[in-house]
């Protein structure tokens, strides 16, 4: 019975959403629009969360976060490529900081903290944690230098770096699945902790992962549509719009799976959507923009700014330290999030 | 017999630093004032470390580090006070600076140089050393993120940005205390290692605490009453005395009751005297008086001098770095001694 | 038979270099220069491995890394006073940059990625990487402050301050000899695992370990001599030629000791000698330099330009991160030369 009560509530808000995306005003005003879409994206991400939880039932804790942060990511990347095609450089890097900070802050430090109000102490693979730190190193690594050079280099200097340095983390970050995945997988994996049983069949969690990907992807998009009519309306600027707003709407998918496997003790999986989907965005989606760029004519580079370097740092630091020992608890959960707001607060009043 | 002697060392002392406080010169020159002033503190802070000592052994190694480190940063506070009444804020910033890493580098320092000369290892709760390394970084982000971000914003946006900062940092300070203390009091306290009696019983050890920190807290003042005549006679820079001279005397209580704990391997206490200490400067002590600052109609915001900023997140990142593992030994204790003297001859120079 | 083939090559290829290096064109051109001498490099740092394994076979694994990395820099060393004595203190400046980053990154990298390709996963003591961390954090340090307040010192203020940073670095490296080799010698240690006999007797290896150095130390000269040339013809750098080829082939003998120790999964040694050599440049060699200019009547301070701090920086933090863990695998390796490679490439555009 609740199950079909999900089902019904998912379809009618989905379709619901579409409608009012697409006849718009003066049917559907800007205030209902963002409202139908938010009461959509909670749906869609649920089904996202349940689909994902099953999926991670039958190939571990850790493949099941990879793939709900690949297919959370596929969706963001083709947006971005839009932006990309238009030139918008300085939208898709206040865009990718967002989702970097977005998941490493808010998704982890949320997860951390409802998943600890509910365990003492909940604890993941120390290697893993100890193997994320040190790429997030170098994904800072890889924006700082750039930034630090780019001052004394000519304009086609600092493109020629961006775009080396972009094809070295590629080849980098596929050889980290090479070693998560392959020949390390065991010793990075969590101690099997089976609880009851899978909502689906194997071959059907995997096809409603996808199914349930492509309606976060499409009802992400409705939503941010809404949210730039709305921050038009209150004068906020596009850097914080970008880098906050944008991202917590898009990053619905992981928010919501991350979560519920935090409750239900998974801290692994909730950990390698985060911080998987934060280092995954470094090292492959943002190189891959680069690459893309020039096919369009026009390189992007991978010159920050301050404010966003700062931003993801901060981030990465923390993010490191709090999970370097393989264990969480809920106030290391109130830290994360108390550097996000610190963050939002700095952005907001740019 | 030893006892009286103390005693009587102790009560003739202050009074006598209180008559060459009062009456002054001609008949106590400035020169004899000081060294009154010294001996005076080394009983007082002698006296402080005993109570301290007493309550630990009761209310056990981390409950009376943190007293000690309250008692000693509320005579800072009262003092800080005063000072951001007249507006000196960059006075305020400056000792606040010296204090936090007065204890990071100098009282933590000689405490585990010291103590691990007669130990060859010391162990402290790991966990705790974790989390203490994470608040640290914090601390570091509170006061970095506005100085980033100051350059851009008006005079009133930073202030309102350092507002907020400093209203989060009380809540976070408060959770983490609330997180210590009771939630996961357990997880982060050392294991029970009694030698030994106390000194005193266990209701005479806390009115001995309270009157040894108001002790050490006029004295404290006297000192540095006599040490800014000695400042000015040798031509020191504002900076160098605020940061260094007056935080070394200023944490005479953290100093003693450390160095005696760390020699009796009681280095848990230790550590949360002196990290604890500089914690509870940075994430409690400087956010009040950001709020006191907007009572007296003109606000301090958080924004430090560069070569402040260098020398907290220096001093915050070799303490974590040597404490994370929750071990100390005597070169750990050079290392954090070499750092201090390095960023005391920089503000010397300066 | 073996032995008899690669000692004939040794003294061969080394005498054929000496003859180029001193008869030179037109009997030799420049090519063919560089070409026996990197063929003679080869030889001689295979012997210099070879004799420092057999020295480590008799007196341990650290005591072998640090005799191995204190000949590689003595030579190191004389070089530099040579630059010193002429005032070229960009060039020994640069030469030490690359020289922390060559063993912290390309040696390192190398030796954890080929011996990780041969073992699923390498241990060293997890003591000794904890105290190399707070090692590394301290040259940061070092050198980080100096740069910080130069902008607001006189040049003698600059100088005075590099020159008691210089006493107090090298009397921290000196204590830290005695704190690893004398009073916490056992704790940092690796567990000895023995593999078959050593090459030669004890004295022997002593012997060879001497004249092996002695070739290493005259063979890289050669070999600069004939880079130099070569640079001067591509057009590259000074910077570049300085931070990354010379240091390449300079630490020739810390490259090929180190890989052929770690390839007998001897990675405690491996790492001793990368990192051991790198902490021996900054926090001995690079002082000694500034204390020894003091005689030659023009002080050398301890200013590195932005570029080299954020190349040392980088480096002590990404290698630091990977090694605190105490174990190293094929992806970390991977991770290290990523980072050099980004290095080398920034530096290679400037």
């Given at each position: 019975?609740?199950?079909?009560?999900?089902?019904?509530?998912?379809?009618?808000?989905?379709?619901?959403?579409?409608?009012?995306?697409?006849?718009?005003?003066?049917?559907?005003?800007?205030?209902?629009?963002?409202?139908?879409?938010?009461?959509?994206?909670?749906?869609?991400?649920?089904?996202?969360?349940?689909?994902?939880?099953?999926?991670?039932?039958?190939?571990?804790?850790?493949?099941?976060?990879?793939?709900?942060?690949?297919?959370g990511n596929a969706a963001e990347l083709i947006i971005a490529i839009f932006l990309v095609k238009d030139g918008l450089f300085d939208v898709v890097k206040a865009s990718i900081t967002g989702s970097i900070i977005g998941n490493m802050l808010l998704v982890l430090g949320l997860s951390v903290l409802l998943g600890g109000l509910k365990y003492k102490e909940q604890h993941f693979n120390v290697k893993l944690a100890g193997h994320n730190a040190s790429l997030m190193l170098l994904a800072v690594i890889a924006i700082f230098v750039?930034?630090?050079?780019?001052?004394?280099?000519?304009?086609?200097?600092?493109?020629?770096?961006?775009?080396?340095?972009?094809?070295?983390?590629?080849?980098?970050?596929?050889?980290?699945?090479?070693?998560?995945?392959?020949?390390?997988?065991?010793?990075?994996?969590?101690?099997?902790?089976?609880?009851?049983?899978?909502?689906?069949?194997?071959?059907?969690?995997?096809?409603?992962?996808?199914?349930?990907?492509?309606?976060?992807?499409?009802?992400?998009?409705?939503?941010?549509?809404?949210?730039?009519?709305?921050?038009?309306?209150?004068?906020?600027?596009?850097?914080?719009?970008?880098?906050?707003?944008?991202?917590?709407?898009?990053?619905?998918?992981?928010?919501?799976?991350?979560?519920?496997?935090?409750?239900?003790?998974?801290?692994?999986?909730?950990?390698?959507?985060?911080?998987?989907?934060?280092?995954?965005?470094?090292?492959?989606?943002?190189?891959?923009?680069?690459?893309?760029?020039?096919?369009?004519?026009?390189?992007?580079?991978?010159?920050?700014?301050?404010?966003?370097?700062?931003?993801?740092?901060?981030?990465?630091?923390?993010?490191?330290?709090?999970?370097?020992?393989?264990?969480?608890?809920?106030?290391?959960?109130?830290?994360?999030?108390?550097?996000?707001?610190?963050?939002?607060?700095?952005?907001?009043?740019?």
């Amino acid at each position: 019975m609740k199950r079909y009560g999900f089902t019904i509530g998912l379809l009618a808000s989905f379709i619901l959403s579409g409608a009012a995306h697409y006849i718009g005003a003066p049917l559907f005003s800007a205030t209902m629009q963002f409202f139908i879409s938010c009461l959509a994206i909670i749906f869609v991400a649920g089904f996202l969360g349940k689909a994902t939880e099953s999926v991670a039932h039958y190939a571990g804790e850790r493949f099941g976060g990879f793939l709900n942060a690949t297919f959370g990511n596929a969706a963001e990347l083709i947006i971005a490529i839009f932006l990309v095609k238009d030139g918008l450089f300085d939208v898709v890097k206040a865009s990718i900081t967002g989702s970097i900070i977005g998941n490493m802050l808010l998704v982890l430090g949320l997860s951390v903290l409802l998943g600890g109000l509910k365990y003492k102490e909940q604890h993941f693979n120390v290697k893993l944690a100890g193997h994320n730190a040190s790429l997030m190193l170098l994904a800072v690594i890889a924006i700082f230098v750039p930034a630090s050079f780019a001052s004394s280099f000519t304009k086609p200097e600092t493109t020629n770096l961006s775009v080396i340095v972009s094809v070295i983390l590629i080849i980098a970050y596929l050889l980290w699945l090479l070693f998560s995945m392959v020949t390390h997988k065991n010793e990075l994996s969590d101690e099997v902790v089976e609880h009851g049983e899978a909502a689906w069949s194997k071959g059907l969690s995997v096809v409603y992962l996808f199914i349930a990907t492509a309606m976060v992807a499409v009802q992400s998009e409705w939503l941010v549509g809404t949210l730039e009519t709305f921050s038009h309306q209150y004068g906020l600027s596009e850097l914080f719009v970008g880098a906050f707003l944008i991202a917590i709407v898009g990053n619905a998918a992981e928010h919501s799976a991350a979560i519920m496997l935090a409750r239900k003790n998974k801290i692994g999986a909730a950990v390698e959507i985060a911080i998987g989907s934060s280092l995954q965005i470094a090292l492959f989606v943002c190189p891959v923009l680069v690459l893309v760029s020039m096919l369009f004519g026009q390189t992007m580079n991978l010159v920050f700014t301050t404010y966003e370097l700062v931003a993801i740092g901060v981030a990465a630091f923390i993010a490191s330290s709090i999970s370097r020992d393989g264990s969480t608890n809920w106030f290391e959960g109130v830290l994360l999030l108390v550097v996000y707001i610190i963050l939002g607060i700095a952005f907001f009043l740019v």
